[in-house]
């Protein structure tokens, strides 16, 4: 199994597919062509799983960086006798620049060893699995490299030199010195009995540079954010570009699947898919750390997919896969044994049919978010954003399975009544647009009929907040939405007193927050959120106790690895990140949290704040 811990993962991208690079140079997670394609390299789940790792003989030392505003990664190991650099990068669409970022991606992963002092002897390995490492591939050797072959599909490895081939893998050694450079390409092929191509050591240089030129396009144009904690922000916008697939817009939450939310547990889930209930947050994070032009492309790919839903009668759908695919079967891989022993391993979403009330919340909040985008919007999508507020109306009063899509009992959720509030609320504001304006009355007549609810149904007085369902006494970091999305004014008593309680009691001793600490049917205790503590700074900034806030985001952003990359959660008894990795979920609080901050402090300098108590 996989011991090497998540932090050390760097991530590459080429904004359709993903991998996953440790600290000590080994390529242990790599999906072609899609970020939710069987693996090709799969040794975070298991052992067996494939890999591919470049690295020093012998003693060595390392550090890493991304080169500039890139998703080129370049690591430097020290030995004794030399210094080796190793680029490495998922390659983009050949001279593709700005918004056309991840447009004509080849499928290509590239690495170039460069000693830039001394010599050093290095050591490389291929072990490529294709499919899950289901079944061995065939392996042949042909002039200018390796083919892998597995069912239809095929790999290329692009080597200058010789490699010895065992049983289960490939292996070269290379005796380097100062001023050598030597490049290596694995390319996907759909069709693996087509002849192979290999790329020349002239190709592997241009294009690593030619990516390296479009992602710095990409910041330049897109990562105008000024205000604090600027690096941070403009790491967590590019990872969010990392994560979306191009060729619809949709946004994966991670790139992997099975990293367990407990070590060694069962809490393991397939997340490289996009939810509409990270809709709305995930637009604001865009627009702040990003574009909106890349926000636009995202509304619009949720809004046609889950439109022709509601037109059907059916409830909306939670999630969707990136070429907008609806079921998404889910089922376990026991040749895996999982990072670190935490089975199963997973693939496919069993959540994908759950009831969840918020998503229409999601949908109409995100339109509200950008109402520019919706004038460009089909006529029968604008109307199936009405459709969705109607559907808010009729089904709020129904049980789902909430944000935290528990695999058990549906409940009444304050976090969907919430929702179905915001989806009735925005659609009042957005009903010119909408060509809805008849509709205003009854959408008022509901929202306000929602918001009495929420408030006698969802206020605890046992436990002196707001909680996670109605009658319920246990508290629940969305609660925290109340003030975010708007339905209370942020300095409201109750809304104080669900801060203050959910600081108090649902925070571990370093002050970061759990999503909840009721039994959901699920073995071990999971780790704090980081997407929660980052609500709370949120939370903390909209109610004016700007000091309270940053203190509460630092805590959140310490956890962020050297690269900047946030995982789903924290190990509740020491300091390691859990779960898939790297979480857009974590990057989109932190940006928001950012934002709001910046804003409060802004208002504070302005006279206008409310002041730290």
């Known amino acids: 199994m996989s011991s090497e811990p998540i932090a050390d993962y760097a991530l590459l991208s080429d904004c359709c597919s993903a991998a996953l690079v440790s600290a000590a140079g080994s390529v242990d997670w790599l999906c072609f062509p899609r970020f939710d394609s069987p693996s090709v390299f799969g040794r975070i789940l298991g052992r067996d799983a494939g890999f591919w790792s470049v690295r020093p003989v012998g003693d060595h030392t390392s550090t890493r960086r991304y080169l500039g505003s890139t998703l080129v990664l370049e690591t430097t190991h020290t030995a004794p006798g030399g210094v080796l650099t190793v680029t490495d990068a998922l390659v983009l669409g050949d001279g593709k620049r700005g918004h056309d970022l991840g447009a004509d991606s080849p499928g290509t992963l590239l690495r170039q060893v460069a000693c830039t002092e001394g010599s050093v002897d290095v050591e490389i390995v291929i072990s490529a699995r294709p499919g899950y490492a289901l079944a061995p591939p065939l392996v042949g050797v042909t002039q200018g490299g390796i083919h892998f072959r597995a069912g239809e599909s095929g790999l290329s490895f692009s080597t200058p030199v010789s490699f010895e081939l065992t049983a289960d893998a490939a292996r070269a050694g290379l005796d380097l010195r100062a001023g050598d450079v030597t490049g290596f390409a694995v390319s996907f092929q759909a069709d693996g009995s087509r002849e192979?191509?290999?790329?020349?050591?002239?190709?592997?240089?241009?294009?690593?540079?030619?990516?390296?030129?479009?992602?710095?396009?990409?910041?330049?144009?897109?990562?105008?954010?000024?205000?604090?904690?600027?690096?941070?922000?403009?790491?967590?916008?590019?990872?969010?570009?990392?994560?979306?697939?191009?060729?619809?817009?949709?946004?994966?939450?991670?790139?992997?699947?099975?990293?367990?939310?407990?070590?060694?547990?069962?809490?393991?889930?397939?997340?490289?898919?996009?939810?509409?209930?990270?809709?709305?947050?995930?637009?604001?994070?865009?627009?702040?750390?990003?574009?909106?032009?890349?926000?636009?492309k995202f509304f619009q790919f949720l809004a046609t997919e889950a439109a022709s839903q509601l037109a059907s009668g059916e409830e909306l759908q939670i999630m969707f896969g990136v070429g907008g695919e609806r079921e998404l079967p889910?089922?376990?891989?026991?040749?895996?044994?999982?990072?670190?022993?935490?089975?199963?391993?997973?693939?496919?979403?069993?959540?994908?049919?759950?009831?969840?009330?918020?998503?229409?919340?999601?949908?109409?909040d995100a339109a509200a978010t950008l109402p520019e985008y919706l004038?460009?919007?089909?006529?029968?999508?604008?109307?199936?954003?009405?459709?969705?507020?109607?559907?808010?109306?009729?089904?709020?009063?129904?049980?789902?399975?909430?944000?935290?899509?528990?695999?058990?009992?549906?409940?009444?959720?304050?976090?969907?009544?919430?929702?179905?509030?915001?989806?009735?609320?925005?659609?009042?504001?957005?009903?010119?647009?909408?060509?809805?304006?008849?509709?205003?009355?009854?959408?008022?007549?509901?929202?306000?009929?929602i918001a009495a609810s929420i408030r006698t149904e969802g206020w605890s007085e046992a436990a002196k907040a707001y909680t996670q369902s109605y009658g319920s006494e246990d508290l629940d970091a969305s609660a925290l939405m109340l003030?975010?999305?708007?339905?209370?004014?942020?300095?409201?008593?109750?809304?104080l007193a669900t801060i203050e309680a959910i600081e108090q009691r649902l925070t571990d001793p370093r002050g970061l927050v759990y999503r909840y600490r009721s039994d959901d049917g699920f073995p071990g205790e999971e780790g704090t959120f980081m997407l929660c503590t980052f609500w709370l700074a949120h939370a903390l900034a909209l109610a004016g106790r700007t000091d309270r806030a940053r203190a509460v985001f630092e805590r959140a952003a310490a956890f962020a690895t050297d690269l900047g990359l946030l995982a789903e959660e924290v190990a509740p008894d020491s300091s390691e990140l859990l779960g898939n990795f790297p979480q857009a979920f974590s990057h989109i609080g932190l940006v928001n949290a950012a934002w709001a901050i910046s804003e409060a402090e802004a208002r504070g300098r302005r006279g206008t704040g409310r002041g730290d108590q």
Request: glycine fraction near 8%.
């Open 483 to 495: 003030s975010i999305v708007g339905f209370l004014p942020p300095d409201d008593p109750r809304m």
């Open 330 to 364: 889910e089922r376990e891989l026991a040749h895996l044994p999982g990072w670190r022993g935490s089975s199963p391993v997973r693939v496919g979403n069993g959540a994908w049919n759950q009831r969840q009330l918020d998503v229409y919340g999601e949908l109409l």
């Open 375 to 449: 004038a460009e919007l089909p006529p029968d999508t604008r109307m199936f954003l009405a459709d969705a507020a109607d559907a808010a109306a009729a089904r709020w009063q129904s049980t789902d399975n909430g944000i935290w899509e528990v695999r058990g009992e549906q409940r009444h959720y304050l976090h969907s009544k919430l929702l179905c509030w915001v989806a009735l609320d925005r659609a009042i504001s957005l009903a010119g647009l909408l060509q809805s304006e008849d509709k205003v009355p009854q959408w008022t007549e509901s929202r306000d009929r």
């Open 196 to 296: 192979p191509v290999f790329w020349s050591q002239a190709e592997i240089t241009r294009r690593l540079e030619d990516t390296v030129q479009g992602w710095t396009s990409w910041a330049e144009l897109h990562q105008n954010y000024q205000g604090p904690w600027r690096d941070l922000v403009a790491c967590s916008g590019r990872i969010l570009q990392a994560l979306t697939y191009y060729p619809t817009g949709a946004i994966v939450a991670a790139p992997t699947t099975s990293l367990p939310e407990v070590a060694g547990g069962t809490r393991n889930w397939d997340y490289r898919y996009s939810w509409i209930r990270d809709a709305s947050m995930t637009l604001q994070a865009l627009w702040v750390a990003a574009c909106p032009d890349e926000a636009g």
